[in-house]
């Protein structure tokens, strides 16, 4: 331990941290040192020291670093509980800092549902490191022992009356200490505030108007950017005659680069209507989009790619048992948040910073720097609050618009993107194909399962490519179109360290014997894609869970049963049985019209437990499909903030009903089509169903992410629904009423 | 010059007649609780009253609101007392990122105001236009139904 007599909090264990970064970039995928081994979390050798995590201010507040970003999924009130609890807080006093590259430790993205296993347990054992160190200061001072100090809301009393605070301790210190691991953390039976419902700590902010967002960031001097782009995945300027717009009101500059093409003016209003005068102006050459959208679901299989095999245990050919197969698909789907991204960007000599809603600022600053040929340490990203994103969507595009239009013009440049931008600039979830066969065995159980998926890349993160051992090109969209020479890198899958990409969930966590999961990983997609909402577990649990249910009807079993069959661990049986009974399964329907569908998973096969059933009216003429109920269970090890879990399944739920049901990006040969809200609908208020959700606390496990485990098996369960109620097996997403009806007639 | 009361106050705006209110009133009156989301009136996230009329303000021109009285999220609260829409919402933690609060609780604002029976039904039917992407719908409709109880 290291105690220092400096008085401000000096940025050196930071700056360590950083410098071992570029080790961690450097070394291949396969040979990263793995966390497993210790019982502290694999960043915390990367940001050993206390600071570099927690600082106390002597003020009276307690500022946490994490490298996790708010998205709307809580993560910063279950992170400030965690650190409350240990330091023995009220939530009050602890403050999360947004990440920022200039003081935050790097901590790759916000993403995977893995925020509370890394960032929450590096910040568990800093706290209570923390406070093991300060009550031995106050122990020392009053001259007893450790263990008579009592710690109530930063006040240190001591067994003879002695007191002190937090805040007088850390006064003129330094508190750098190297995270040991051997101070345990509180056990869950003396937790105060973790495990209790917290009410989000960002929302009155939020629900009373005061700035929150990036969007509400006000510079000085800020000057407003759009930029125009055909909507299509690949473009050419061919011509703009751009004088008119020059001469608009309000204009400062029209920006070309190449094929970027955009403008800056002065008031927002300006910059949107100047835009569209631009978007007019141009003339663009666009290739033709192939294969088509109604051609996509067949062709997909015969795009170029490469196969690789996941898990290949026991042997899938037929031996002789009933078989089944069947094949499924899922369209493109967007991101569609309810804002258009938005940044800023500001030069200051030779120095950028931008604001973001990125989902990573270490990466994004990694990749703008090389993209802009500048030295990264020049470069400066910092999250601020964006709409919920559920992936990679404009987020980090637009940061490089606003820093390509503050490089041109000088000038600090905020840029909002249109409804357009973000419906058809935003990568996409792939659309993928998945073929599933099976048999069943003797006893009634699957004795083999084979999956195999058709899918493009679920992960092209600006920055991601560094990780992946590729050096060229960028992941930033808006940098391909300039004439600076920086190509899109070529992305890989997700690698199964970090749970898979395309063949996510692929693999059942039932207990069959024999099973295969292929990939067919398709290098060149129609449009462009990349990490949404579970990946790949998405589509691959619709289309497992779809099947399950088409087998225990091909052989009359009841769904819940036919699945419990297959379940032997206790903690899966336990969320399969507590959601039947929170829906009263009783069965599948016998009403014409109505009907209930029932699913089952575990996302990436290790984080959350989650069952669902669905209930569903289905208009028999129309083919009209209202949910007026769903009920689910969800078990998710060591619960934070129960109240987080629920509000982060539940939605979930809902986004997933509203893939399934309706979504579909459309597209023609010369662009993507649904680029507003009526082309693009989601699921409405008034089409919401009741939301019944049960949680299963394991107050002895670790916790893990809630935010990703309800949006493959509510996908299944809905289908499962519609023939339960129809008699219609619609495989292909959406499950639109014209597919419903066809299935029905077929 | 056009002038209107904003949220209490007499205001006159120098920003072009034909500009967009939501532009006005974010960067004239650096109001942050109307938001941009389309800006061709279909997600309600730039709702503000208007009279006591919810209105998307991403597609009113600033000329409409001349000699009005213009309502926006931060005046629901302006004695320093949250509205029982707003306090419903927090009761209920009716969001997740938040962003499409504004126009939620503006429209409920109006709804309950203008029907303070609302049925179920009308609720529901009420709140057609006002997106959400993050799946905060079932929350937001116990939070009106709460905040309907108070009023
Ligand atoms: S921004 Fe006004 S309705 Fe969408
Ligand atoms: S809470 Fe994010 S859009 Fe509704």
Same mark, same amino acid.
């Given at each position: 331990?290291?105690?220092?007599?400096?008085?401000?909090?000096?940025?050196?264990?930071?700056?360590?941290?950083?410098?071992?970064?570029?080790?961690?970039?450097?070394?291949?995928?396969?040979?990263?040192?793995?966390?497993?081994?210790?019982?502290?979390?694999?960043?915390?050798?990367?940001?050993?020291?206390?600071?570099?995590?927690?600082?106390?201010?002597?003020?009276?507040?307690?500022?946490?670093?994490?490298?996790?970003?708010?998205?709307?999924?809580?993560?910063?009130?279950?992170?400030?509980?965690?650190?409350?609890?240990?330091?023995?807080?009220?939530?009050?006093?602890?403050?999360?800092?947004?990440?920022?590259?200039?003081?935050?430790?790097?901590?790759?993205?916000?993403?995977?549902?893995?925020?509370?296993?890394?960032?929450?347990?590096? %910040?568990?054992?800093?706290?209570?490191?923390?406070?093991?160190?300060?009550?031995?200061?106050?122990?020392?001072?009053?001259?007893?022992?450790?263990?008579?100090?009592?710690?109530?809301?930063?006040?240190?009393?001591?067994?003879?009356?002695?007191?002190?605070?937090?805040?007088?301790?850390?006064?003129?210190?330094?508190?750098?200490?190297?995270?040991?691991?051997?101070?345990?953390?509180?056990?869950?039976?003396?937790?105060?505030?973790?495990?209790?419902p917290?009410?989000?700590?960002?929302?009155?902010?939020?629900?009373?108007?005061?700035?929150?967002?990036?969007?509400?960031?006000?510079?000085?001097?800020?000057?407003?950017?759009?930029?125009?782009?055909?909507?299509?995945?690949?473009?050419?300027?061919?011509?703009?005659?751009?004088?008119?717009?020059?001469?608009?009101?309000?204009?400062?500059?029209?920006?070309?680069?190449?094929?970027?093409?955009?403008?800056?003016?002065?008031?927002?209003?300006?910059?949107?209507?100047?835009?569209?005068?631009?978007?007019?102006?141009?003339?663009?050459?666009?290739?033709?989009?192939?294969?088509?959208?109604?051609?996509?679901?067949?062709?997909?299989?015969?795009?170029?790619?490469?196969?690789?095999?996941?898990?290949?245990?026991?042997?899938?050919?037929?031996?002789?048992?009933?078989?089944?197969?069947?094949?499924?698909?899922?369209?493109?789907?967007?991101?569609?948040?309810?804002?258009?991204?938005?940044?800023?960007?500001?030069?200051?000599?030779?120095?950028?910073?931008?604001?973001?809603?990125?989902?990573?600022?270490?990466?994004?600053?990694?990749?703008?720097?090389?993209?802009?040929?500048?030295?990264?340490?020049?470069?400066?990203?910092?999250?601020?609050?964006?709409?919920?994103?559920?992936?990679?969507?404009?987020?980090?595009?637009?940061?490089?618009?606003?820093?390509?239009?503050?490089?041109?013009?000088?000038?600090?440049?905020?840029?909002?993107?249109?409804?357009?931008?973000?419906?058809?600039?935003?990568?996409?979830?792939?659309?993928?194909?998945?073929?599933?066969?099976?048999?069943?065995?003797?006893?009634?159980?699957?004795?083999?399962?084979?999956?195999?998926?058709?899918?493009?890349?679920?992960?092209?993160?600006?920055?991601?490519?560094?990780?992946?051992?590729?050096?060229?090109?960028?992941?930033?969209?808006?940098?391909?179109?300039?004439?600076?020479?920086?190509?899109?890198?070529?992305?890989?899958?997700?690698?199964?360290?970090?749970?898979?990409?395309?063949?996510?969930?692929?693999?059942?966590?039932?207990?069959?014997?024999?099973?295969?999961?292929?990939?067919?990983?398709?290098?060149?997609?129609? %449009?462009?894609?990349?990490?949404?909402?579970g990946?790949?577990?998405y589509?691959?649990h619709f289309?497992?869970e779809s099947?399950i249910d088409?087998?225990a009807f091909?052989?009359?079993?009841d769904p819940v049963e036919f699945r419990l069959?297959?379940?032997?661990?206790?903690?899966?049986?336990a969320v399969v049985e507590r959601a039947a009974e929170a829906a009263n399964w009783t069965g599948r329907s016998t009403r014409k019209g109505y009907g209930r569908g029932f699913s089952f998973g575990?996302?990436?096969?290790?984080?959350g437990i989650f069952a669902i059933v669905v209930d569903v009216n289905v208009d028999l003429d129309s083919g009209e499909v209202a949910i007026p109920k769903v009920a689910a269970a969800v078990d998710v090890?060591?619960?934070?903030?129960p109240d987080g879990v629920i509000n982060q399944i539940e939605g979930g739920i809902i986004q997933s009903l509203s893939w399934t049901m309706m979504e579909?990006?459309?597209?023609?040969?010369?662009?993507?089509?649904?680029?507003?809200?009526?082309?693009?609908p989601i699921l409405s208020v008034a089409q919401a169903p009741e939301v019944d959700i049960r949680l299963i606390?394991?107050?002895?496990?670790?916790?893990?992410?809630a935010g990703e485990a309800s949006q493959g098996p509510t996908a299944s369960a809905l289908a499962n629904a519609i023939f339960d109620a129809t008699g219609a097996r619609v495989?292909?997403m959406p499950l639109r009423p014209?597919?419903i009806?066809?299935?029905m007639?077929? | 010059?056009?002038?209107?009361?904003?949220?209490?106050?007499?205001?006159?705006?120098?920003?072009? $007649?034909?500009?967009?209110?939501?532009?006005?009133?974010?960067?004239?009156?650096?109001?942050?609780?109307?938001?941009?989301?389309?800006?061709?009136?279909?997600?309600?996230?730039?709702?503000?009253?208007?009279?006591?009329?919810?209105?998307?303000?991403?597609?009113?021109?600033?000329?409409?609101?001349?000699?009005?009285?213009?309502?926006?999220? $931060?005046?629901?609260?302006?004695?320093?007392?949250?509205?029982?829409?707003?306090?419903a919402f927090?009761d209920e933690q009716a969001a997740q990122?938040?962003?499409c609060?504004?126009?939620m609780?503006?429209?409920a604002? $109006?709804?309950?105001?203008?029907?303070?029976?609302a049925s179920d039904a009308e609720i529901r039917d009420g709140m057609d236009?006002v997106l959400c992407r993050c799946g905060a719908q079932a929350r937001v409709l116990k939070a009106i139904k709460r905040a309907q109880s108070?009023?």
């Open positions: 331990m290291t105690h220092s007599k400096e008085t401000t909090l000096s940025r050196r264990s930071v700056l360590k941290g950083i410098a071992g970064l570029t080790a961690f970039f450097a070394l291949p995928v396969s040979v990263r040192p793995v966390a497993a081994q210790t019982k502290l979390p694999f960043i915390v050798s990367r940001y050993p020291t206390v600071d570099a995590w927690i600082r106390i201010d002597p003020e009276g507040i307690v500022h946490v670093f994490s490298g996790k970003a708010e998205l709307g999924q809580g993560i910063q009130t279950a992170i400030t509980q965690i650190v409350a609890e240990e330091l023995d807080l009220p939530v009050e006093l602890v403050r999360m800092v947004d990440p920022d590259t200039g003081v935050s430790p790097e901590e790759f993205y916000t993403a995977g549902s893995t925020s509370i296993e890394t960032s929450g347990m590096a %910040l568990r054992h800093a706290s209570a490191e923390i406070r093991d160190y300060l009550v031995g200061m106050a122990a020392e001072k009053a001259g007893v022992e450790k263990s008579g100090i009592r710690a109530e809301n930063g006040e240190l009393t001591a067994s003879n009356g002695v007191r002190t605070t937090y805040w007088s301790l850390v006064e003129g210190q330094e508190i750098n200490f190297d995270i040991t691991g051997e101070v345990a953390p509180k056990a869950p039976s003396e937790f105060q505030l973790v495990g209790k917290q009410p989000r700590i960002d929302l009155p902010a939020k629900f009373t108007g005061e700035a929150s967002y990036i969007s509400d960031i006000r510079l000085p001097g800020m000057v407003h950017g759009r930029v125009v782009r055909p909507p299509a995945p690949v473009f050419s300027l061919t011509s703009v005659a751009s004088g008119s717009v020059e001469a608009m009101e309000g204009v400062i500059s029209v920006v070309r680069n190449g094929s970027f093409l955009g403008v800056v003016a002065e008031r927002e209003d300006q910059a949107v209507a100047a835009a569209e005068a631009l978007a007019e102006a141009a003339e663009w050459d666009i290739p033709k989009i192939e294969p088509s959208m109604e051609d996509l679901p067949e062709q997909i299989k015969s795009l170029p790619s490469t196969e690789e095999v996941f898990v290949n245990e026991g042997d899938v050919s037929p031996a002789g048992g009933q078989r089944f197969e069947a094949a499924y698909f899922r369209p493109f789907h967007a991101h569609a948040a309810v804002s258009p991204s938005c940044a800023l960007a500001q030069f200051e000599g030779e120095t950028l910073t931008v604001w973001s809603h990125t989902q990573g600022v270490f990466p994004a600053r990694r990749d703008m720097a090389n993209a802009l040929s500048m030295p990264e340490e020049n470069v400066r990203v910092i999250h601020a609050h964006g709409a919920g994103c559920f992936g990679h969507n404009g987020a980090d595009d637009v940061a490089m618009d606003a820093a390509l239009l503050a490089r041109a013009t000088g000038r600090p440049v905020r840029v909002m993107w249109s409804r357009q931008d973000e419906l058809a600039h935003s990568p996409f979830g792939s659309a993928m194909r998945i073929e599933i066969s099976a048999e069943l065995g003797a006893d009634a159980k699957l004795r083999s399962y084979d999956h195999t998926v058709w899918s493009g890349v679920h992960g092209a993160r600006p920055g991601f490519q560094f990780y992946m051992q590729e050096k060229e090109g960028s992941g930033f969209m808006p940098i391909w179109s300039t004439g600076d020479g920086v190509e899109a890198y070529a992305p890989r899958d997700i690698p199964p360290m970090f749970g898979g990409g395309a063949e996510r969930n692929g693999e059942p966590i039932y207990d069959i014997p024999n099973r295969k999961l292929t990939k067919y990983l398709l290098s060149k997609m129609p %449009l462009r894609v990349s990490a949404m909402r990946l790949g577990a589509a691959n289309a497992m099947f088409e087998v091909g052989i009359d079993a069959r297959h379940l032997s661990d206790p903690r899966y049986r575990r996302y990436k096969n290790r984080s090890g060591q619960v934070i903030n579909e990006v459309a597209y023609d040969g010369a662009g993507i089509t649904s680029t507003d809200w009526s082309s693009y606390d394991r107050p002895d496990m670790p916790p893990v992410g495989r292909d014209e597919k009806l066809a299935a007639q077929a | 010059m056009v002038e209107f009361q904003l949220n209490g106050k007499a205001v006159s705006s120098g920003t072009g $007649e034909d500009v967009p209110l939501l532009f006005a009133l974010r960067e004239e009156f650096s109001l942050n609780g109307p938001k941009f989301g389309c800006g061709s009136g279909q997600c309600g996230a730039c709702t503000v009253l208007v009279d006591g009329q919810a209105v998307q303000s991403c597609v009113t021109p600033l000329s409409a609101a001349a000699g009005s009285e213009v309502v926006s999220l $931060e005046g629901l609260s302006a004695g320093g007392t949250l509205h029982a829409v707003q306090q927090l990122c938040g962003y609060s504004n126009g609780i503006m429209r604002v $109006e709804l309950l105001s203008a029907n303070p029976a236009g108070q009023l």
